[in-house]
C-alpha cells in the first residue's frame, strides 16, 4: 500500500494487551493505569481476522507488543494462527522478557521468528528501579530461552535519556556484543511533549521512511504513534479502517498525541 507521501506501508504493530507485568518509570505511573474491561479488548479470532485483511492488502510484517504480550492468554495461540498465514515474510514480538524462559521454546514451534527484548541496564538494582520491581535474572533467563529455542536475531531494546548517547547503556552493548545480540537504542520519548527521534540502529522515528500501522488491543488502526488519528475496525470493519489509517497517514508526528507506549506498544 502506498501513502499519500508515496511510502510503502506493509508493517503492523499489534498491541494484544495494555496490561503489563512491570511498571517501568518513563512508560506507566506506579500504580499502573486504568484496565481496558476485557469485553473491549479484541479477542485472538478477531485478530486473527485483522490480520488476515492486512495480510490481503499488502502487510508483509507483523511485530506482537503491548502492555506486554506474553501476560496476554493463549498468546502462543495467536502466533500459530497468525504464522500460518501465506503472505507473512516477518513475524516478531517486542517483550521485557520476563516471562520468556517459560514461552520461548513454544512460540518458535507456534511460528514466532523472532524477539526485541527491552533490557536498559545490566545492574540488578538498577534494573529493579526502572521496572519498579522487575528482576533482570529472569530476563536474562529468558534471553538464554531465545536463544537455545532459535528465535533469531535476538535484539536488545535498551531505552536511554532523550538528550543521551548509547554510551548511557554501554553495559547492555557490551553484552549484546558478547552474545551476538544486536542492540538498539531509543531515546526516551514524551508523546505530549512531543520529543521524538529517531531509534539508532533501528529503524522507528524516521517519519520519511515510516512503513508502519499500528492496532491497539481495543482495536483501533492508528496511522502514526505521534498522532491521535485513529480508524475504528468495529464500526469500519478491518479493511476500510486499514485503508483509511493508509489514506491518512500523517507527514510526520506531531507534539500533543494522547497515544502511550503501553497502550500502542512503542
Ligand atoms: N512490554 C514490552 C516491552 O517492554 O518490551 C512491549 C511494549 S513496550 C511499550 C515497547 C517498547 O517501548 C519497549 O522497548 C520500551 O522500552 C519502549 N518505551 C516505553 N516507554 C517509552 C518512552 N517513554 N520512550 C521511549 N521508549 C519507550
Ligand atoms: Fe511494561 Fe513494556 Fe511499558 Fe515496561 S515498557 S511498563 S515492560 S509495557
Redesign the pocket.
Known sequence: MLDPYKRHIHYLRI?VTDR?N?R?V??MPEEGVPLIPHDQILSLEEIRDIVKVALSLGIDKIRL?????LVRKGIVDLVAMIASFEGLRDLAM????ILLSTFAADLKAAGLNRV???L?TMDPVRYAEITRGGKIEDVLEGLAAAKAAGLSPIKL???VPFNSGPLAAGDVARFGEEQGFEVRF??????QAGEFTVVEGGEGGDCAHCSRLRLSSRGIIYPCLFNDIGFDVKTLGAREAILAAVRGKPKCGVPGSGNT??G???
Open positions: 498491541s503489563c512491570l517501568c518513563y512508560c507488543t503491548g502492555g506486554e504480550p517486542t517483550t521485557n522478557g526485541n527484548v527491552s536498559d531494546n535498551a531505552v531509543i531515546h526516551q520519548m514524551d508523546l507506549f503501553y500502542l506498544g512503542g
